[in-house]
Each structure stands twice: as C-alpha cells, then as structure tokens.
C-alpha cells in the first residue's frame, strides 16, 4: 500500500537558517505529493504540492520538487523565521477505490529560535 | 469563502456517553473525510464519503464508531460508549473528487475530544 517516510524531529534551527525536511514515498500509480503544515491548536493547512514529476510546489518561501526516481519530495526554505514553527507534514494523494484520499508521514516538528 | 466547519471545537465528556462530532464540508466538494490525531498513532484516516456514499472504512477502530453523510453538506462521527483511549483531536477534510488526485484536501479545525 501507500506509505509516507518523514524525517522525525523536533528539528531545532536559528532564525535564517537553512530548512530541509526530507520525505520519500511509497506508491502504487502515479500520485501527487502534499506539503501541509499544522501551527499549535490548529488544523492542517496546505503549504504546497506538486501533481507530477519534476513539478515544483513553492509558497511563503518554502519548495519541493517531485523528484520521481527518488520517489521524493523534500521540504526546503532557504531562511526560516520564528513563526515557521510548526509540524510539518509530507502526503501523498491516489486515486484509487474510486476516490482521493491522503496517507500522510508522522510529521516533523520544526523549532525556530532566536 | 467558508471552509470546513466543524462542532464542537472542544468536548470533555465522561466515559461510557455517547459523543457526536459534526461537521459541514465547503460547499460544491463531494469528497469527504474523517481523520484521527493522536500522538501515538499520528494522521490516521477513519473514512470517506464520496457523493455522500462511504467508499472506505477499514480505518474506522471499532464498532464503536459510526459515521453518516445524510447530505452533501453534513456529515456526522459518532462514538458510542466512548472509553479514555478515544481521546484525541479529530478533523473532518473535504475536496473535490476528481481523477488524477491533485485536488487539495481542505481540513477543518478540529474536534478536540476527551474522555475521563
């Protein structure tokens, strides 16, 4: 079945530095890859995604590339900020059953500090 | 635009009670989702609808759990008896069915459920 490999946190950086949040997948078919973030006592928000191969996804400063030789989809953002904290997670979504659904990894804590 | 709505945002209940989580997907999205977050387990999914029939509910724990999707517009996540390790926060998604799977999945807020 699908499966979502994340990398586990907390990951703990300085303002402005450099992020990188791996995640490789495993899927049958040809799926779409997601980037959603979830700040404290909130829901899932969408961050990013990417529908096909090479394809990049970027918002607020962050990117990932749908690498599918890889099979990944690595998170990146060149200079974080105190307010990027959050879980971040990796999904992916199939159609399949006669539906969309997402398999999502376990999530990566991210803690930016001053 | 309003997104998913979910109620209540916050249920303390005793176990052995029944608990009834709502939600009201967006409007014009015919895919449906019940998810479950616990930090044990992670994001799991308990069930979706498609067109308000369940197309998959291998995720659902127990018998225990009921869901419904009466209407395109509400759907509900029951628990009956509830136990202590029901606790968590779940989050009801909705988008649109389409084929490939490139539309976004929109989540609510979340239902936040403890059970003593």
């Known amino acids: 079945g699908d499966s979502v490999t994340q990398m586990e946190g907390p990951v703990t950086l300085s303002e402005e530095a450099f992020l990188t949040i791996n995640c490789t997948y495993t899927a049958t078919g040809y799926p779409s890859l997601f980037w959603y973030v979830q700040y404290p006592g909130e829901g899932l928000q969408l961050l990013l995604k990417a529908t096909k191969a090479d394809d990049k996804g970027s918002n607020k400063g962050f990117e990932a590339t749908y690498r599918k030789e890889t099979t990944s989809f690595h998170l990146e953002k060149g200079s974080v900020q105190v307010s990027d904290s959050a879980v971040y997670f990796c999904a992916l979504s199939s159609f399949t059953g006669g539906g969309n659904k997402l398999t999502f990894g376990t999530g990566t804590q991210l803690k930016v500090e001053l | 635009d309003a997104g998913v709505i979910q109620s209540p945002r916050h249920e303390v209940t005793e176990m052995g009670q029944e608990v009834t989580l709502r939600c009201k997907p967006i409007?014009?999205?015919?895919?449906l989702f019940w998810y479950r977050q616990t930090m044990m387990r992670g994001l799991e999914l308990l069930i979706y609808?498609?067109?308000?029939?369940?197309?998959?509910d291998s995720g659902m724990p127990e018998d225990r759990f009921s869901a419904k999707m009466p209407n395109a517009s509400f759907s509900t996540l029951k628990i009956q008896p509830s136990e202590p390790r029901d606790s968590a926060v779940y989050f009801c998604?909705?988008?649109?069915?389409?084929?490939?799977?490139?539309?976004?999945?929109?989540f609510g807020e979340g239902s936040w459920l403890t059970v003593v």
């Open positions: 998604a909705s988008s649109q069915l389409q084929a490939p799977a490139g539309n976004t999945i929109y």
């Open positions: 609808f498609n067109n308000n029939v369940p197309i998959d």
């Open positions: 409007s014009g999205h015919n895919s």
